[in-house]
């Protein structure tokens, strides 16, 4: 047994806290032999329909694939989607009791329409305008503070759209600290600065692009960000921003995804660490970086080095992009792909 085999062989011993904007996806297939005389657009001759969870929810799923227990903390809005959402993660063996029902709020659901494997159009179903429930928070933290003992990591995902606060991201890092759990986040753009003092954070180029222009326009402190470009062109300028972020936000370490570059990991007092991609073909992108975030704590605790654990998520996001949409890795898939190694 190699070292990646024997790190995977500790999945199914492990139990994932997930904290995040859970979503439906809902995807449309068909094919397309015309186009409509009602306006120039492609006419799908529907196939098959099928509904996966998606946002938080797909991190929630990745882990499940990968043999670990989890239990999904977010929140669904009081509709049709809800229920189809909660029985897609049932149906995984996702332990559901943290999803809460927003009355206030509709379930985020994306619907694509693919015609011959190619994404035609997207539909979402969202408001991120509105006030959440004022309920809400307290019930969330009420029940982090019953649950978080019994696992071993806390991953928060952050899509944006309205759960993830300031004021739950510190309550979160506090009990985690206070419990001594790993704590790893997938972060949004806007919300760079939140995540400080946290085991990891996993943006990929763009959104550390942005973060680093966002941080520079709204922090008081973003002197003492000493990056002075904000387009990454280069490895020098990658090495640049991942080390002054990751001294900014008192990271332990933090991990750049890069596409068809592969990856950039930094750690504290260690120097920057190029991996390169394992992807054999790009399909489609969507959802690597919930499997890059699942793979990465999931591998921690096994007590993977965090070079192993990006080893290791690399090797998970290469098989994903190969799919079509936001969908798991598999142990088995893990296993195989780290045979050779």
């Known amino acids: 047994m190699n070292r990646f085999e024997h790190i995977i062989s500790k999945f199914s011993?492990?139990?994932?806290?997930?904290?995040?904007?859970?979503?439906?996806?809902?995807?449309i297939q068909g094919s397309v032999s015309r186009i409509s005389p009602e306006a120039p657009v492609p006419v799908v001759l529907q196939e098959k329909s099928f509904y996966t969870p998606g946002g938080a929810a797909n991190v929630a799923q990745n882990l499940r694939g990968l043999t670990a227990a989890v239990t999904l903390v977010g929140r669904i809005g009081h509709d049709?989607?809800?229920?189809?959402?909660?029985?897609q993660l049932n149906k995984r063996g996702i332990n559901t009791k943290g999803i809460f029902v927003d009355r206030k709020l509709p379930t985020v659901c994306k619907t694509r329409v693919?015609?011959?494997?190619?994404?035609?159009?997207?539909?979402?179903?969202?408001?991120?305008?509105?006030?959440?429930?004022?309920l809400l928070f307290p019930k969330i933290c009420s029940f982090l503070k019953r649950t978080i003992d019994a696992h071993d990591a806390v991953i928060i995902s952050d899509y944006g759209k309205g759960l993830i606060t300031p004021?739950?991201?510190?309550?979160?890092?506090?009990?985690?600290?206070?419990?001594?759990?790993i704590i790893a986040v997938d972060p949004k753009v806007e919300h760079f600065s939140y995540y400080r003092n946290v085991t990891a954070i996993t943006p990929n180029l763009k959104e550390t692009e942005n973060a680093i222009r966002n941080i520079k326009i709204t922090s008081p402190s973003a002197d003492k960000l000493g990056i002075y470009v904000d387009r990454l062109q280069n490895n020098n300028h990658i090495n640049l921003a991942g080390s002054e972020l990751l001294k900014y936000l008192d990271l332990e370490?933090?991990?750049i995804t890069l596409g068809?570059?592969?990856m950039?990991?930094?750690?504290?007092?260690?120097?920057?660490?190029?991996?390169?991609?394992?992807?054999?073909?790009?399909?489609?992108?969507?959802?690597?970086g919930d499997t890059v975030i699942a793979t990465f704590t999931l591998s921690l605790t096994a007590d993977a080095t965090k070079r192993e654990a990006a080893d290791l998520a690399n090797f998970a996001a290469g098989i994903v992009v190969g799919k079509?949409?936001?969908?798991?890795?598999?142990k088995k898939e893990l296993l195989e792909a780290v045979g050779g190694k």
């Open 80 to 87: 049709l989607h809800g229920p189809i959402l909660k029985r």
């Open 324 to 330: 079509l949409g936001a969908v798991a890795v598999t």
């Open 114 to 134: 693919i015609g011959q494997r190619q994404q035609i159009v997207r539909i979402d179903r969202e408001d991120t305008k509105s006030p959440a429930d004022k």
């Open 260 to 262: 068809e570059r592969g």
């Open 167 to 181: 004021e739950l991201v510190n309550f979160v890092r506090q009990l985690a600290l206070e419990k001594k759990k």
């Open 253 to 255: 370490s933090l991990l």
């Open 264 to 288: 950039r990991l930094f750690e504290k007092g260690r120097k920057p660490v190029c991996i390169e991609t394992k992807a054999r073909e790009v399909f489609d992108v969507s959802g690597a």
């Open 13 to 27: 011993g492990k139990n994932i806290l997930v904290i995040g904007d859970v979503m439906l996806d809902q995807y």
